[in-house]
């Protein structure tokens, strides 16, 4: 399941968002946003991460930078158990995990120029003060393809893309070993998204970085992803390597998905798979497998029980009752004990 | 404050106005030695002598110069409201800060004596805290006025903290591994500081009509001290006699400076409006 390569190894993390009500904030449902993920990332290897909006994606990245807390399950990074550490010594595993956000705009303090942004971790950690700290922001911000001389600008001084430039220098500053890239391209022009995806993999070869690199863009997540992992209300529904995910999708949401990236050749006929209804609310989730009510393949077991991990070979898992029976069933892991 | 934001303000004439008025009861209350030209608390002349060449705006019941009155008065109504506002800012930031960025429990208990604190009229509660003490002066009025502002002042740093929080560079902040005072006070704080330099100023003239309204009421400095709400308290009882010089300055150098403080701090506020082209 697990190589000496892996970096990050996620188990069974769960993250429900309690809804209270009333005068003594009865704890009435639970928002099941991140619900029994497992995985894991290999040194140096970029897991894609895509799924419908509101389906936890941005959750389970800042849950694994303990920026949300974790309702429950484990996270290990590089043999280290990450929810067991308490004030400082979570502070310093900082210097190991970082994140680029969203949206260029409001992710940057409109109150602190470059220099303070880009070098606060080197002042935070003690890395370096004063002028030597002005040098490495400056190298920070050439390497990223700013100019140094903009040190001392403030943020609204810069368009969209320059300004993500800067909170991928921020993220670089502390020299990590992996970046949560939360939707990191998704707010910028297509021409810019391409400039910042580039820089993205220069610097992972540059650095050895891994990347959980969170999109709803499939495109652009099988250009620089080793592996995608897609994300339905809360679960993992399906793992794979990128190619193979777009070549052989198991899963029918997957399916779905895949069918609807526009393919640049007018010549080649495509089935469009349409899902009907909306994403159910994670509140209640539907019984059985979540997929269920939306699902092409529904059967009554759907309904029933939920899903066990089938494994696929080549490290492709997927989760379906209905597709689980091309394979072998020694191939399924039950629920109980789902770990893909 | 940014240059556009300086330039809004500068453009505003109102503002400008306020500024001006205020900058002069500055001027005048720095220099209350110079200007003033009597002692304020030594009788110079006849009592209630008719404004003359000598005396600018005549004496009062006791022949202390008015003028010089006036002058040092400046220096003292200014001087109790700029410490009472200090006081509330010094107590009300940090609670506010705290309250609103941790939340929770604490949260909850600030917030609940705030409201107790907010539920009695501000004129009873600064009469309650000036009569704790035997001897009432300036400095009690400083304490009564600025205990009384501080539940305001709470309140409104934790708006401003609690629409700050959620912004991503504030978790940004956290995912470089800062401690949450250094979250506080480097990243929170700077966002918040345009409502409670917008708060403070108002506050200030609000301050001003409180510490003169205590000393009416008798729950000032002793009725020789030259402070605007003593004299007025004075005159009082002579607005119906044709003893215009006794009670008009001070209620129009009151009425004015208030002004002056409510103009500047609507200005801030537009000029801190993020609307604002």
Known sequence: MSGNGDLLVVRNLKKYFPIRKGVFSRVVAQVKAVDNVSFHIDRGETLGLVGESGCGKTTLGRAILRLIEPSAGEIAFDGVDVLSLKGAAMRRMRRRMQIIFQDPYSSLNPRMTVLDIVGEALHVHGIARGREREERVKQLLERVGLASRYVNRYPHEFSGGQRQRI??????????????????????????????????VDLREEFGLSYLFIAHDLSVVRHISDRIAVMYLGEIVETAGSDDLFDRPLHPYTEALLSAVPVADPTRER?????????????????????????????????EVPPGVTDAQNGHTFRCHVVARQFPDEATTPVESAAP | MSDRRWKTLR?????????VIIGMFVVV??????????????????????????????????????????????????MAAVCAVAFALFIGVPLGLIAGYRGGWIDGTIMRVVDVMLAFPSVLL??????????TSLFTVILAVGVVMVPTFIRQVRAAVLQVKPLEYVTAARALGASDRRILFRTVLPNCIAPIVVLATLSTGVAILDAAGLSFLGLGPEATVPEWGVMLKDGFSLVRQNLYWIWLPPGLAIALTVLGFNLLGDGLRDAFDPRQI
Not at chain 1, 175 to 190: Q, R, T
């Open chain 1, 167 to 200: 909170g991928v220098a921020r993220a670089l500053a502390l020299n990590p070993s992996f970046i949560v890239a939360d939707e990191a391209v998704s707010a910028l022009d297509v021409s810019i998204q391409a400039q910042v995806i580039n820089l993205l």
């Open chain 1, 271 to 303: 089935a469009r798979i349409v899902l009907t209804g909306d994403v159910p609310t994670p509140i209640d989730p539907p019984s059985g497998c979540h997929f269920h009510p939306r699902c092409p393949l529904v059967e009554k077991i759907c309904s």
């Open chain 2, 11 to 19: 453009r505003n004439k109102t503002a400008m106005v306020g500024a």
């Open chain 2, 29 to 78: 209350a720095v220099f209350a030695g110079v200007i003033g030209r009597y002692d304020p608390e030594a009788r110079q002349d006849e009592f209630r002598a008719e404004p003359s060449a000598a005396h600018w705006m005549g004496t009062d019941k006791n022949g202390f110069d008015m003028w010089s009155r006036m002058v040092h008065g400046a220096r003292a109504s200014l």
């Open chain 2, 126 to 135: 600064a009469v309650a805290v000036a009569a704790l003490f035997e001897r």
